[in-house]
């Protein structure tokens, strides 16, 4: 059973939807991740989670009951927020205390809580300090500490690692994932970070323009999408114009650029669609294999890999090549591309991005 | 690491002198011996130190001022905290209106609002009387502290709010434990900025007391455009003594130059 | 949701509202009563006020050595505030927190002593001119008690401070490298705050200018003690007409003049900054 339900959920400002009929679920202990760009509505929707904004129109229930008439205070939600909000005039160990302050534990019990809170994200040791004193991550841990102790039916997570850099941020993801799990607590997160939303959570939703796009796991939305947007949003994508020919139940017939091509079986009707290859996908290979020849334009060295932009009648096609220690095709050379048919993804046409 | 030239520090040193001036030669006479005022003092003598304790107007005046001072600056943080959260967080119309008026009383010559005071305050049978007196005082002192309190709350990080919302904290509660907290050097400058405003305010105040309730610089004034004696500079110099140890407490704890220029704590 | 604010507000507002704007009115409408020796305040409604105030040479001149008192103490204010702010500005950090002290808290300490000092000061028989006359400099003492001079420096040490204060508000919100900046490319100090550092706190200079202005021109005490009855001002006169002739809706009328020509330069002042350094001030 969805533990957290979203239906049909507005948010309207003005003549414009920051949220548009949005609906998901979220499972019981789950990491689920809300990804899009910034504008996609995705903060407006945290927000109504949270009970800080009403929803024009739709409804929210979590563990069965509509939270609409219940407000932020008596949700008993935990919220890290992305500037994680500490109180500056109190100690790590009073911020945390304050939520079961509210709540009225008492004392004896409020203490080992916040002590096994502090512990959990280890800052036993750090209980006594002022936040003003201590780094981003510290804050951080200390705003997730908070948030836990409170032992929140859903935790949610306002680009929790946004502040932090980049060492750091791929630090704290394994380990906001790992007290995740130890805490048990179904987790909704915001991100516009797409390698955040795939490294921890469970199911990725990617929004743009309020409007829900895909809902599925990261490798899913990453290797299988759905749109255009989805595919292009996360990792890099080349994106071109196709005359799907005809389609049957394992396989698909395809015109690419005057060649003929078999793809993937799709559910779209024959016409103009959209085909998304991934620069790591595509191969150099002999003349008489390639679905397409152009021109080394610009070729930039990455350590483990090399970037090439090739032109081509398909337009500006880009390839990422493992550095398997040989020479690579220099500017200016003729390259001939090849992809395997499974790798290509055939997309309803995007009028809008193209 | 002094960036100034000799020029410039001949400037400066000439411009201290300056300001001092009159507050030594002040601090200087009351130490005189003498009944007339002389400075540089003759002899070093605590007499006119003496008859301020034998002069009961300059002490009963000294109470009623300090009474005034903070019953009206606690009165005016009262009603300007609330204020200024309410101009510094919200965003509605008539907002900018609403701060001007509560700042206007920098903007009204001091004997214009003096007489404004009288004349009502008259009318209202409330003339010399210290609730009228605290009043005025709290109208003038508001926009000091409206100020300093306008530029800590400006600071907020409203998420902070928020955060304490969702942990279940009531508005009350969120102003008791959170917002008041952040915002308490402002209001403590606040606060006792005013009080030294209203310590000292003349202008207003020598419209609206009565004998009974004389405040200090009004009794100073008059003593001092009835008669010359070193009584006055021994009064003075107290009130500078009590005035550099508020100053020097409150520039440690918020730095005077902000506190005067009404900004907030970095 | 949007009641909060104002609820909020409300306390402050009724006091505002009943003890400003309610007094500030009825003192508008006072000076269009009359008064009579024998039958006090009359509530009649006339411009009798305003036309033997602005009939009279007295008033004129009363009205006249005010501005010119207000408009030098700004000019002395200004000469000498801006160069100190300067200074205080590039002191090291402890001889600031000193400095700052020594400039800034006289602001703190009552007008009545400071007045006081300046009595003493500038007496026929006072410490300058004792000391002039013990130096030889001088055979008789210089008038400086009782007359607009003696006034204007009183005043400029009482609102010195204001300047000081604008001033280095404005340096402090400029980009401190552009000092640098300049003397990379080979100017003198004085080169520095002439062409760089002073057209950046000309508005600092301006809102001080404003502040030290209005303040000199509606102050009591000063040239209450200093000016006695012999140098008058507009607001020795006002207290004068409430206190002692009892002439309330004359002193009234003097009070909005006042009131008015304040407001109408302070008005007039901000459009001119404005229009001017509108641009430089976003």
């Known amino acids: 059973m969805a533990f957290l339900e979203a239906h049909g959920l507005t948010k309207t400002y003005g003549e414009t939807n ?18 899009g760009p910034s504008g996609c509505g995705k903060t407006t929707t945290l927000q109504m989670i949270a009970g800080f904004e009403d929803p024009t129109m739709g409804k929210i229930k979590l563990a069965g009951r509509d939270l609409s008439a219940i407000p932020a205070r008596d949700r008993g939600l935990g919220i890290v927020f992305q500037s994680y909000a500490l109180f500056m005039h109190m100690t790590v160990a009073e911020n945390v205390a ?171 009707k024959p016409g103009t669609v959209e085909v998304a290859v991934r620069p790591e996908r595509i191969e150099i290979v002999d003349a008489a294999d390639a679905v397409i020849t152009g021109t080394v334009r610009e070729r930039i060295f990455l350590g483990a890999q090399w970037m090439m932009n090739v032109a081509t009648p398909l337009g500006d096609m880009l390839v990422i090549r493992r550095n398997a220690g040989r020479r690579e095709a220099e500017i200016g050379d003729t390259v001939h591309l090849s992809w395997a048919p499974e790798h290509m993804r055939i997309l309803p046409l995007n009028e809008v991005a193209a | 690491m002094n960036q100034n030239g000799r020029f410039s520090q001949v400037f400066n040193i000439l411009f201290c002198a300056f300001m001092l001036a009159p507050i030594v030669v002040v601090m200087g006479v009351s130490l005189t011996p003498e009944g007339f005022l002389e400075f540089p003092p003759s002899g070093i003598s605590l007499r006119w130190y003496q008859a301020i304790l034998d002069n009961s107007d300059f002490i009963e005046a000294a109470w009623i ?143 609206i007391v009565n004998p009974a309730t004389t405040t200090l610089p009004v009794r100073m004034f008059s003593h001092i455009t009835q008669t010359t004696d070193p009584l006055v500079a021994s009064v003075s110099a107290l009130t500078v003594i009590f005035t550099i140890i508020l100053m020097v407490a409150v520039d440690r704890m918020y730095g005077l130059d902000r506190l005067l220029i009404g900004e907030g704590k970095k | 949701m949007n009641e909060k604010p104002w609820m909020m507000s409300a306390p402050a507002l009724t006091l505002f509202g009943v003890l400003l704007l309610v007094p500030l009115c009825m003192t508008f409408f006072l000076s269009f ?114 007359t607009s001079g003696g006034i204007v420096l009183a005043l400029t040490h009482v609102f010195l401070p204001f300047m000081v204060l604008a001033v280095w508000a404005a340096l402090q919100r400029k980009d401190p490298a552009v000092e640098a900046a300049a003397e990379s490319l080979g100017a003198r100090p004085f080169t520095i705050f ?64 006042l009131l008015a020509s304040v407001m109408v330069i302070m008005l007039a002042w901000n459009r001119l900054v404005e229009r001017r350094y509108g641009e430089a001030l976003e």
């Open chain 1, 18 to 35: 920051a949220v548009d009929n949005l609906t998901f679920t979220v499972e019981k202990g789950s990491f689920v991740s809300l990804l």
């Open chain 1, 98 to 268: 304050f939520g079961l302050e509210m709540r009225n534990v008492d004392k004896a019990e409020r203490k080992r809580r916040v002590a096994d809170a502090l512990e959990l994200v280890h800052l036993g040791h750090l209980a006594n300090r002022y936040p003003r004193a201590m780094s981003g991550g510290q804050r951080q841990r200390v705003a997730l500490a908070r948030a836990l102790v409170i032992e929140p039916e859903l935790l949610l997570l306002d680009e929790p690692l946004s502040n932090l850099d980049a060492k750091l941020r791929e630090e704290m993801q394994l380990e906001l994932r790992r007290i995740q799990r130890e805490a048990g607590v179904t987790t909704l997160m915001v991100t516009h970070d797409q390698s955040e939303a795939l490294a921890m959570s469970d199911r990725v939703l990617v929004m743009e323009k309020g409007r829900l796009q895909q809902e599925d796991s990261p490798f899913e939305v990453y290797e299988r999408p759905r749109t255009s947007f989805v595919s292009t949003f996360l990792g890099k994508s080349n994106n071109f114009e196709a005359e799907l020919k005809s389609v049957t139940p394992t396989a698909s017939q395809l015109l690419i650029a005057g060649r003929g091509l078999t793809g993937p079986s799709v559910n779209l």
């Open chain 2, 65 to 207: 001022s300090l009474k005034l001072g903070i019953v009206a600056a606690t009165v005016a943080s009262v009603l300007a905290v609330p204020a200024a959260l309410a101009i510094g967080q919200g965003k509605f119309k008539g907002r900018e209106a609403l701060q001007a008026l509560f700042l206007s009383p920098l903007m009204v010559p001091t004997v214009v609002l003096g007489i404004a005071f009288l004349r009502f305050l008259s009318l209202f049978g409330l003339n010399g009387t210290f609730t009228g007196l605290v009043l005025c005082h709290a109208i003038i002192i508001t926009p000091f502290i409206l100020r300093l309190v306008l530029a800590a709350v400006v600071g907020l990080d409203r998420t902070v709010d928020r955060a304490a919302e969702s942990l279940g904290a009531s508005n009350w509660t969120i102003f008791r434990r959170i917002t008041l907290p952040s915002i308490l050097p402002g209001v403590i400058g606040g606060w006792v900025l005013a009080f030294i405003t209203s310590f000292d305010e003349l202008t207003v105040t020598v419209f």
């Open chain 3, 33 to 146: 009563n009359s008064f009579g020796f024998y039958t006090g305040i009359e509530n009649t409604v006339s411009m009798e006020n305003y036309v033997e105030v602005v009939s009279d040479s007295y008033f004129w001149e009363i009205f006249g050595r005010t501005f010119a008192i207000a408009l030098a103490t700004t000019f002395f204010c200004a000469l000498l505030g801006v160069p100190q702010a300067y200074i205080l500005y590039r002191l090291s950090p402890a001889w600031r927190s000193i400095v700052v002290l020594i400039v800034i808290g006289p602001l703190l300490i009552s007008v009545v002593v400071r007045t006081l000092g300046w009595a003493i000061l500038l007496g026929n028989n006072g410490v300058i001119n004792s000391a002039l006359q013990n130096w030889g400099l001088i055979e008789r003492p210089i008038k400086m008690m009782y």
């Open chain 3, 194 to 257: 002439r062409r760089i550092v002073l057209p950046q706190v000309i508005p600092g200079i301006l809102s001080g200018s404003l502040i030290v202005f209005s303040m000199a021109a509606s102050s009591f005490a000063t040239p209450a003690i200093l000016g006695g009855r012999r140098v008058k001002v507009v607001a020795t006169t006002v207290y004068d007409e409430f206190l002692n002739t009892l002439n309330w809706p004359l002193g009234a009328a003097i009070a909005m003049l």
